[in-house]
Structures are given as structure tokens and as C-alpha cells.
């Protein structure tokens, strides 16, 4: 496929959500979501004072922003914060970035490995805890975070990953979870109005306008010769952080997933891209219910038509899409698609690019039969294709590293001698003494170090080591709990999650 050129804004940015700062050294039968709440209707008298004093002008504006609110009211809930950490080695950072540039950074010596953190956005499309994202937002991250829009967190798992679509799937184990509502992408129109949802640039529960400027974009930012990209897009601001988020009509239902920005900045210029919301949704069941993607598969390799390439072809005007070559023992074969066909119809639907028609099967799965009208010697024939199988990766839970697993909190205490307490300017005689801190423990995470003192754990006091591993031995998992640290003779208060 050939690269677009409408694009010549500046550099295409696929990881909208990624915000990398912060370098520190199933047996579910998946169901369609409920839906929560009515489509919103206009309302005549939502303005103070007679309406008969009022421009009718001025009554629909009013009650266009009435329908932005009540969006924002239903779809807010449903979008999460998703955070992601993920270690990368020296070898790998020093790709990116001039080891001189590393040194200065950390001015002594670079450490073996490096800790990212990022942000993005994710939209909670069951009870159960499935959460709909991007691959970008969570792909090689060693721990994933969720915080809902009430403030709760939970630790996600990875379900599943498509790189060929940007789609990802987490799940959370929450309750009372607020799920929204699924539209339909092969509705939508160029023009109509159009809500961006989610969390950019850290802030979180952000609300913005715009319309869609255009559908079925292919921006050739997914790697790999069976990337499907089938962008709708639109104006409304998209910036780091939205990635996974919603794009809503004025219904209040998700038709799309944010997913990529056209900038030369970084940040929004007017050009977001999302995955259209029907061919999210195969993807996603498919991981749920299958474990993997099942993607329909033609055999073909395509070119888009343009004026040259019409004439030569002897047609009136560009339509339709080349058929450059047929791989053998494809479906295509089978089903006597040739080289130089023109296919100008799938199932009754005109197409005209290549992307078009990827996606169109994308969205189908093996077995389903389809039919192709397409343009051969000048005239129009009728072909029908039983798609098959393309086998391509699926990252599942058990491809990417799990968590860190600590069989306690990542601390090792002795007891307070007196010696020790007077080294450490500590006037008490009681508490237990932090020799060791395990590197990316909860603890570590909390910020103790080694010579903290622990004196309080929850509402008890620790006077001795021993204390310290009777009361975590007994304090329930995944819990959170309020230790209290002096250190020198200043005293302050962490909290930790027991893992």
C-alpha cells in the first residue's frame, strides 16, 4: 500500500496515550452491554424565561449544549485512567537517546535499567470488568493500573493485544462499574458531531467537541503488511493520554476508540484518529470469547486507482481497487479473483481504497462467505469468496511478563539496638530498623528506605522485628495499610498494599 500524502502535516504520532516521563533508573460468556441509560431527546423549555421571547436559533444551541452535557454526564463514568509500567535495559534506552546525553542525565553512571511510566484512557465495556484500550497504552508493561472515575484502583490484567488493529484488552475485578454504550460506526457521517472522552495529558475526565472530518483514514502508522487501518477522524482535541479513550456521537454511544494524532508538536493540531467502533468490537470478542483474533482472510494485494491507472485500465473515472496479485492457494484463488481484476463492490458496498477493503474483511470472520463484484475485460462480473483463516499474533496475558511478585511487602527488618539509635539520632528504644529494601517493592514504590524506622503498622506498634512480621503475616491481602516511619527525627506516614 501506498503511503498517503494528504498527510503532510508533520509527523504521525501513534502513541497518543504514552506519556513517557518519569525515568527512574477465563471461562466468562461475554454479553452485550446494557444500556444504562435513554438517547438523549432535545427538550423545548431548558432555557429560563418565555420562549416566546426567545430566537429559535437560540432555543436549538440551547439545546444543542444540553445534549453535550448530558453526554458528558453518562460517558464520564464509563472511561478510565489506565497507567502502565514497563523496564527497559541501557541497550534499549541508549537507541533513543545518545549515551553522552544518558550521563549528563544521571550525571555518575546509567543505570542497568531503566522504569517508564505511562498514561491513557480506557472505556469499561462490561460489568464483569472488561475494559476496552490501545496496544500502545499497555504492550510490554509489567504492571497495569486502572483508576476509575470514583477515584478506585485496581490492578488490571492483560487479556489480550492486537497489534494489527491497536486494540487491547484488560479486566478489572470491581463492582457497581458503569458500562457504556456501543453505536455503530458504519453510521456515522462526515460532519456530524462528535465527543472526545478521556484522560489527556494526566487530566483526567476531559470533555471535548468536534465533528468527523473524514472516515475510512489509512495514516500507515501499524507495522506489518496486514495492518488494518480504517481511521474515523475528527477535530475534536485529542492529546497524550486519550489514547483508548471514547469518541461518542450525540446519542451517548462509543463509535470509535482514540487511538492516534497527525502533529508536529506532540500535542493536538486538530487531526485525532479513532478505530471505528464495529470493527473494535470483532476484535474484542473474539480475545474475550476465543483467546485470540480470528481474522478473515481474501489473498490479494492491492493498489489504489487513480486517474492514470483508470485510463489505462479503460474506465471513465478512478473507482474501485487493483488487484496487483493473488497469492496462491489463497481464497482469492479458489475463488478465480485474477490479477488486474478491478473490485468494485463487497456485499453491494462500493469501495475505492485498499484500507476500505481490509478492514471490510477484518471485521469477517473465517468461513463467511462474501460477495465481490468486480470489473474484468470491461465488464462486470459476480464472484463469491469463502474467506479462511490469516494466522497472525494475538498477544495474550501469557506473552507479555507478569507483575513482579513479592511474598511480602520487598522489606527486611532486625531490631533496634541501641547503638543503632543512637547512630541514627532516634531517641526511642522501640520500633524495627529497615536493613534492606528490595528494588520495585511496594515498599520501594512508598518510598522507605534503608535506616527507616517502622513504629506503627495500621493501629499497632511494632517494638521489635518480631512485631513487625506477626502483624504483616496477619493483615489481608490486597489490602491497603498505613505504616508509620521515622526517620532521623522526622516522622511521617506511608501507605503500602499488601500483595
Avoid at 151 to 180: C, M, Q, S, W, Y
Avoid at 280 to 292: F, Q, Y
Avoid at 329 to 351: Q, Y
Avoid at 363 to 388: A, D, F, K, N, Q
Amino acid at each position: 500500500m501506498q503511503r498517503k500524502n494528504s498527510l503532510r502535516l508533520g509527523v504521525l504520532i501513534l502513541v497518543t496515550g504514552t506519556i513517557l516521563g518519569l525515568i527512574i533508573a477465563s471461562g466468562f460468556e461475554f454479553t452485550e452491554p446494557t444500556q444504562s441509560s435513554p438517547p438523549f431527546q432535545p427538550q423545548p423549555n431548558v432555557i429560563l424565561g418565555s420562549q416566546e421571547s426567545v430566537p429559535e436559533s437560540l432555543l436549538k444551541l440551547q439545546n444543542t449544549s444540553e445534549a453535550f452535557v448530558y453526554i458528558a454526564e453518562s460517558v464520564v463514568p464509563t472511561v478510565v485512567t489506565v497507567r502502565s509500567t514497563r523496564f527497559i535495559s541501557a541497550a534499549e534506552m541508549e537507541r533513543y537517546h545518545d549515551e553522552e546525553d544518558l550521563r549528563d542525565f544521571f550525571r555518575f553512571r546509567i543505570p542497568k535499567e531503566f522504569r517508564q511510566y505511562g498514561a491513557g484512557s480506557g472505556i469499561i465495556v462490561s460489568k464483569e470488568g472488561y475494559i476496552l484500550t490501545n496496544v500502545h497504552v499497555v504492550d510490554k508493561s509489567e504492571k497495569v493500573r486502572v483508576i476509575l472515575p470514583d477515584n478506585r484502583e485496581f490492578d488490571a490484567d492483560i487479556i489480550g493485544l492486537d497489534p494489527l488493529t491497536e486494540v487491547a484488552v484488560i479486566k478489572i475485578d470491581a463492582d457497581n462499574l458503569a458500562v457504556a454504550r456501543l453505536g455503530d460506526s458504519d453510521d456515522t457521517r462526515v460532519g456530524q458531531w462528535v465527543l472526545a472522552v478521556g484522560n489527556p495529558l494526566e487530566l483526567r475526565s476531559t470533555v471535548t467537541a468536534g465533528i468527523i472530518s473524514a472516515k475510512e483514514r489509512q495514516i500507515d502508522i501499524i507495522r506489518g503488511t496486514f495492518g488494518v487501518e480504517n481511521f474515523i477522524q475528527t477535530d475534536a482535541a485529542i492529546n497524550p493520554g486519550n489514547s483508548g479513550g471514547a469518541l461518542v456521537n450525540l446519542s451517548g454511544e462509543v463509535i470509535g476508540v482514540n487511538t492516534a494524532i497527525a502533529t508536529e508538536t506532540g500535542y493536538n493540531a486538530g487531526f485525532g484518529f479513532a478505530i471505528p467502533i464495529n470493527l473494535a468490537k470483532k476484535i474484542m470478542d473474539d480475545i474475550i470469547h476465543k483467546g485470540r483474533v480470528e481474522r478473515g482472510y481474501l489473498g490479494i494485494a492491492m493498489v489504489n486507482i487513480d486517474e492514470n491507472k483508470a485510463k489505462a485500465l479503460g474506465m471513465d473515472h478512478p473507482s474501485g481497487v487493483f488487484v496487483d496479485r493473488v497469492l496462491r492457494n489463497s481464497p482469492a484463488e479458489r475463488a478465480d479473483i485474477r490479477p488486474k481484476d478491478v473490485i468494485l463492490k463487497i456485499d453491494s458496498e462500493e469501495v475505492n481504497r485498499s484500507n476500505q477493503i481490509q478492514a471490510m474483511i477484518a471485521r469477517r470472520s473465517p468461513g463467511e462467505v462474501v460477495c465481490l463484484v468486480v470489473l474484468r475485460g470491461g465488464r462486470e462480473i459476480e464472484l463469491e469468496v469463502t474467506l479462511g483463516l490469516k494466522e497472525t499474533q494475538t498477544n495474550t496475558l501469557s506473552d507479555n511478563k507478569r507483575p513482579s511478585e513479592f511474598e511480602d511487602i520487598g522489606l527486611t527488618v532486625e531490631n533496634l539496638s541501641l547503638d543503632k539509635a543512637e547512630r541514627l539520632d532516634y531517641a526511642g528504644r522501640s520500633g524495627a530498623l529497615v536493613t534492606k529494601v528490595e528494588r520495585w517493592s511496594p515498599a520501594y514504590e512508598a518510598g522507605i528506605i534503608e535506616d527507616d524506622i517502622i513504629a506503627e503498622i495500621g493501629d499497632q506498634d511494632v517494638k521489635n522485628s518480631n512485631d513487625f512480621y506477626r502483624i504483616l503475616s496477619g493483615i489481608e491481602k490486597g489490602s491497603v495499610t498505613i505504616f508509620k516511619i521515622v526517620r532521623r527525627k522526622e516522622q511521617f506516614h506511608v501507605f503500602i498494599r499488601i500483595p
